[in-house]
């Protein structure tokens, strides 16, 4: 196994259902893989209830600087408590073969899919989203970011697939903080420019100075991706897209083609999405 790798956790199988454990937590089978590890459906045993666990990219041996790093930022996201962030339920480490070590975070699961799934299915059928729709996401996502941003706490990879949306569609947030930790020296991932997905991200986040602003502004490119059924900036490689965003105009609304579905933007929306893209 080499480091950087994701889980598998038992050695080199896959695990099956139910028999590889984290700490007390079950794993029984696995629902998504991002660029960060791995996210897989569990179950507490103890308090019986289903649960979503991200194990992040392995580690080589024990490390005491992450262990002492993951367990503040992991802190720092379970002290936030709003109805549209997904509460962390816990965390912890586990070493695995060959001493490595699993670092994990214990969320709630939600059952409807995120955001990225729901916009690939529309594109699929060529559909656009209905107004009502983007309207409520947006500013239930602004909402939790706003809530986090007012307790210091920046979020750093805002984009579709952190997130996670019930039946109903309320919107969950997830992710605060994780992409901190693996962006830190002296981790397995990319730093900088190749850290990420590049198509949310500020340039002054691309350029390693992340404040309040870069998480807005990958809220106002989901805002345009909603509105124009496409991205603003697309490269071919992430480093193409990634000089798109530092040099092109960042002021995303002047550049916003409306779809032609949706109405006219009126005074007040048309003002927030410029504040959002500054
Ligand atoms: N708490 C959760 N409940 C249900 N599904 C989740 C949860 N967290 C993540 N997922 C799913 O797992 C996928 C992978 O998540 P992640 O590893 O964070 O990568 P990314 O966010 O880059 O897609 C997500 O796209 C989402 O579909
Ligand atoms: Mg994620």
């Known amino acids: 196994m080499q480091e950087g790798d994701t889980v598998p956790i038992s050695g080199n199988t ?5 028999n590889v454990m984290l700490g007390r937590y079950r794993l029984l089978r696995r629902i998504g893989k991002g660029g960060m590890g791995e996210v897989w459906l569990g179950e507490d045993p103890r308090l019986r209830r289903q649960v979503a666990i991200k194990t992040l990219p392995l580690l080589g041996q024990s490390n005491a600087e992450y262990s002492r790093r993951f367990e503040q930022e992991a802190r720092a996201a379970a002290a936030l408590n709003h109805p549209h962030i997904l509460p962390v339920h816990d965390y912890g480490e586990q070493v695995v073969a060959n001493g490595q070590v699993v670092t ?3 969320m709630a699961f939600v ?3 995120s955001l990225a799934e729901r916009i690939a299915m529309l594109d699929h059928d060529n559909r656009g989203m209905p107004l009502n729709d983007i309207m409520s996401y947006l500013s239930q996502a602004a909402e939790a970011i706003d809530y986090a941003h007012s307790l210091g706490v920046l979020h750093r990879d ?3 697939s952190n997130m996670l949306l019930r039946s109903d569609n309320w919107l969950l947030l997830a992710d605060f903080g994780i992409a901190r930790i693996l962006s830190e020296p002296g981790q397995n991932t990319q730093t900088g420019l190749g850290f990420g997905t590049p198509e949310y991200m500020a340039p002054e986040q691309a350029q390693g100075k992340a404040e309040a602003a870069s998480d807005n502004y990958s809220l106002a490119v989901i805002a345009y991706q909603l509105f124009t059924r496409r991205l603003p900036f697309s490269g071919d ?3 193409a897209t990634t000089i798109q965003h530092l040099h092109i105009s960042t ?3 002047l550049q916003l083609e409306w779809h032609h579905s949706y109405p006219p933007v009126d005074g007040p929306r048309h003002r927030s999405l410029q504040q959002e893209a500054r």
């Open 251 to 253: 002021n995303l609304f």
């Open 158 to 160: 805002i984009k579709p």
């Open 111 to 113: 059952q409807g899919g």
């Open 104 to 106: 994990y975070i214990v």
């Open 14 to 18: 896959t695990p099956q259902t139910g």
């Open 237 to 239: 490689t992430s480093y």
